[in-house]
């Protein structure tokens, strides 16, 4: 026994020193390497590693593209008779079939066909995208556009009647394919600096916007999808996001192996896209040493400039309150992102001792992540002396920090914002500013006109005419009251003559509120749409009637839906 276990150790050594010598067998330096990569997958970065976006990618997460025909009515002479036939059989159908729904619309007591052979009516395809994990009555902007084959002029002053949109698979019939996504209706809103006296840009008034026009009939549906299928990894997900959000609505149900399907809670409000960030980003080991080494390691990181400073910061939410002891001393960082995004942390766990460092980069001019902060500060309502630093900023030279501070105030719901309603159709808020006057009007989700500056006036004196004659604004010097008149939709008679005040907020409201008579028998405003009084106030800006400045939203919407639409024709079907 003694002798055998003698040679085997001799073999041993013979074969080892004879490898060990041997250099045609030697790997070079750059085998090792490639076989070293191959054996070891690629070290992943420390804001994925360990979380679950490890494990699981998740699903539903891009924008769902729909679309439907629907009717446009109220354009006087400027709508067409010409429809192609398939789209006539379906509206025809359509019209029958929800008779009662448009009897308020004037519809439900004429012949479908003779509603469609009126020139005060325009075919037009219904067009948008839902945005990822939408609740049931989300709104989202869509994109009405007459159809090619037709005559439509123009769609200004229209109203779209309520369309059902179905998902957008190509060239499906009208009505067919899916189920009904979302039901989409309102005022139009062409693009207010179009002329419509030049022949060249006559084309752009048969596209049009509706601001927040669609609503959504049924949630869409948030899953998680394992990388690789395992019953265990898919039951401690499950438990794990349920920990992290308890609640009265249960979050994450593992229907198998692969799949953990999502429910928004109720809290989350409108914040659908924070949430799911931090469920990718929850942490997988919650051990009482696990959670305190892997935070340290990510506060480290965080303090390098270029280090991925947000998604590290989620990472540390995600472990919840019990960071706070540790994430405090990032709060003066000299690194401007690393003390950006822990004060944000902070704020969002509740920790008083980060509202100086978000207060201090909201009032920071200049600063790239100033108006990260006031929106920090419009979400968080716990910050303290936060309504007053967002008042201060109404009055600095950047006009978009002062947007940014009124959305915030009245994501707050502060008292200093004025908000008037204007027969529902769209909202004015008066927004206290010592600084110039100012006009924002939005096209996106929200319709409102907001006036920075508690005293804006119409100048006197004062003869404006739209270049439709769609609204005309007279006052001589020494007038008491603004004389305002429109031309009647479909016709070339006028209104009768509204006395108004100099006031702006009032002009607005006279211009877009009902034309029914009061019970002094006299009509007391106008009924333009949104997108009609929104060319209007640009026009009155720029001829100098209304000393202010005049800002529409920036990205104009339709380019911006239009690109959301295309980016979600990509849409992976399975995610719905």
Known sequence: MGNGFAVRVIVILVLAGGLAGCEPFALNPSDKDKAKEQAEPPK????????????????????????????????????????????????????????????????????????????????????????????????????????????????????????????????????????????????????????????????????????????????????????RADFARSDQIQHLINARFPGVDRVARAKNASVTELTIPREVGGDQAHFLALVMHLPMRTGPRAWEVHARKLLAEMQKPDAAHESLAMVLEAHGRKVLPVLGALYDAPVAPAAFYAARTGVRLGDRLADDTI????????????????????????????????????????????????????????????????????????VPSSRRPMIFATRTQDPRIVLFGDDLAIARPVFFNMPDDLVTVNAREGSDALDVWRRLPGSDRISDTLKVSFELAELIQTLGGKPQRGIDRKVHALGLTYGQIVAVLYRLCEQGHVPAKFILEPAPAEHELLKRIKEAETYNMSGT
């Open 359 to 430: 207060r201090r980069f909201a009032g920071s001019q200049g600063d790239p992540l100033q108006l990260a902060a006031i929106e920090v500060m419009g979400d968080i309502k716990g910050i303290v002396r936060a309504d007053l630093t967002l008042r201060e900023l109404l009055d600095r030279d950047n006009d978009m920090v002062r947007v940014a501070a009124y959305r915030a105030l009245t994501r707050r719901r502060s008292a200093s914002v004025l908000t008037i309603s204007v027969d529902g159709q769209f909202h004015v808020d008066i």
């Open 44 to 227: 992943l970065p420390l804001h994925i590693a360990g979380t679950l976006g490890e494990y699981a990618a998740l699903g539903g997460r891009s924008r769902l593209p729909v679309q439907g025909y629907g009717l446009v009515v109220g354009l006087g002479g400027n709508g067409s008779k010409e429809i192609p036939q398939h789209v006539r059989r379906y509206l025809i159908q359509y019209l029958l079939k929800n008779r009662e729904r448009f009897r308020g619309w004037g519809l439900a007591e004429v012949a479908p066909s003779r509603v469609l052979q009126d020139l005060d009516t325009a075919v037009v395809r219904v067009r948008g995208s839902i945005p990822p994990a939408a609740s049931q009555d989300s709104r989202f902007d869509v994109m009405v556009t007459a159809l090619s084959a037709t005559g439509t002029r123009s769609l200004d002053g229209g109203i779209l009647v309520p369309t059902e949109m179905h998902l957008d698979v190509g060239n499906m019939q009208p009505g067919q394919g899916s189920k009904i996504w979302a039901i989409a209706g309102g005022p139009v809103m062409v693009n207010p600096f179009i002329d419509p006296t030049d022949r060249q840009q006559a084309a752009k008034l048969r596209q049009a916007v509706i601001v927040g026009g669609g609503v959504t009939s049924r949630r869409r549906k948030v899953s998680l999808q394992l990388y």
